[in-house]
């Protein structure tokens, strides 16, 4: 079956360090790629997508290359800034599907 | 804010009960998807909608039901609630339910069951 299976959290981090948060896939045929953060209270909101192979999708300095050869699709970002702290989650759109498969989610802290 | 409202954001209740939580799409939006969110489970897809037609199912148990009303809005109905019902229910929409739609969700209802 599908499934997404993402770092295990909770990843603490000093202001202006470098993120990593890695993500690979179990998926048939071509998934489209997704990033969504889900901010303390509130809902989960689109970061970036990828819908093929090479594709690099990119939001608010956060960057996520899909990579086929090694079902991959890891969140980075070069300077984490303490408003970046949140829940980021991996999910899968498999061709054809309209259901969303989200990896467990990774707990992101930001310290000043 | 996606544009996407649900109500009520909190809800309270005991086991054996029922509930029902409420989403508005955004407007144009014709497609509604339900998720639950557990602390065990994760992140797992209920049900679809579009256009008032139920249009894919997941991990949706048989005490849980849902429909979509001709004015788009949704309910989600949970019925002989158990102590792991206890969860965030998101509400999404897409323009049309299409995989290459994003999907806006809504803030969530909590709900604890005791």
């Known amino acids: 079956g599908n499934s997404v299976t993402q770092m295990e959290g909770p990843v603490t981090l000093s202001e202006e360090a470098f993120l990593t948060i890695n993500c690979t896939y179990t998926a048939t045929g071509y998934p489209s790629l997704f990033w969504y953060v889900q901010y303390p209270g509130e809902g989960l909101q689109l970061l970036l997508k990828?819908?093929?192979?090479?594709d690099k999708g990119s939001n608010k300095g956060f960057e996520a290359t899909y990579r086929k050869e090694t079902t991959s699709f890891h969140l980075e970002k070069g300077s984490v800034q303490v408003s970046d702290s949140a829940v980021y989650f991996c999910?899968?759109?498999?061709?054809?599907?309209?259901?969303?498969?989200f990896g467990k989610g990774t707990k992101l802290t930001v310290n000043p | 804010d996606s544009g996407v409202t649900q109500t009520p954001k909190h809800l309270i209740t005991a086991t054996g009960q029922r509930v029902t939580l409420r989403c508005s799409p955004r407007s144009g939006d014709l497609s509604v998807y339900w998720y639950q969110q557990s602390l065990d489970q994760g992140l797992q897809f209920l049900i679809q909608?579009?256009?008032?037609?139920?249009?894919a199912k997941g991990n949706i148990l048989e005490r849980f039901s849902a429909q979509q009303f001709p004015d788009l809005h949704s309910e989600l109905n949970l019925s002989s609630l158990e102590l792991g019902d206890s969860a965030l229910y998101f509400c999404?929409?897409?323009?049309?339910?299409?995989?290459?739609?994003?999907?806006?969700f809504g803030p969530g209802t909590r709900l604890t069951v005791l």
């Open positions: 990828a819908t093929k192979a090479d």
């Open positions: 999404a929409s897409s323009l049309s339910g299409a995989s290459e739609n994003e999907q806006f």
């Open positions: 909608y579009y256009n008032g037609e139920e249009r």
């Open positions: 999910a899968l759109l498999r061709g054809g599907s309209e259901k969303l498969v």
